[in-house]
């Protein structure tokens, strides 16, 4: 009972949500906002730093690409939201369209990044698998604290479950935000996709199909329907959407080699 109570009075209202479309792969960084407190957390800070920083700090430049914040030009809602105190970098896995800009963001913002350990070797080849792309980055950021799957992390007033969803990477995690007045949220970078899962043919990371379907049947399905889901590329969805319509993980694939292919 008591931590039923706990998890209650942690839970959010009405979070404030920026998503950031940055990079050459479009990958959304997002940004949870306490509305009561302006604590603030950055998930998957890849890139565009300087873009997310203006925004954030001082509401100025391009914004974000989706919000449930206030305008750019409206200046009376934004009078009465909270001065933003970003607390924390968070991400959930280590490919450095994801992670590839956190030092920019450590250093502007003096907060610890919080990387699941199982990801650290990925992490160091950030650079290296940019240059691909031909895409110039900084040196890897090494993470501050390593995230445990199971376990409940406190941002000052923001509480997330971190969920360990192995099978896109060995560290990959699902971020779980509880919300008090509304569905929960859940950023899964690119375990789940609306329609699709993550690719598992990815060198260095791991990558396991069967991994990534058992992580998504046992922690992902058992949320609420109405979670919505935040992928690390393309649009929102839903727990239950996917659970009944997702070709490759959903009820209706099937067990075992699960439906009709490995990658998205």
Known sequence: ????????????????????????????????????????????????????????????????????????????????????????????????????????????????????????????????????????????????????GGKTYHFGSIELDVLHTPGHTLGGCCLLVRCEDGPDHVFVGDTLFAGSVGRTDIANSGGDFELLASSIHQQLWPLDLDTVVHPGHGPLTTIGHERNTNPFVGDDAGSGIYGFGKYA
Request: aromatic share 10%; hydrophobic share 40%.
């Open 1 to 148: 009972m008591k931590d039923a109570l706990l998890a209650f009075l942690m839970a959010l209202t009405n979070p404030w949500i920026d998503h950031f479309f940055v990079g050459p792969l479009q990958m959304r960084c997002s940004v949870v906002t306490d509305r009561a407190t302006g604590d603030t957390i950055i998930i998957d800070g890849g890139d565009e730093p300087d873009r997310i920083i203006a925004w954030v700090d001082r509401h100025e430049g391009r914004g974000p690409d989706w919000s449930t914040g206030p305008e750019s030009n409206d200046e009376k809602e934004r009078e009465q939201m909270p001065t933003r105190r970003v607390v924390a970098l968070v991400n959930t896995h280590a490919h450095f369209d994801h992670s590839g800009f956190i030092p920019s963001l450590k250093k502007h913002y003096e907060v610890d990044w919080y990387l699941h350990a199982d990801d650290n070797f990925l992490q160091t080849l950030a650079r290296t698998s940019a240059l691909r792309y031909g895409m110039s980055l900084p040196e890897p950021a090494k993470a501050d604290v390593a995230f445990e």
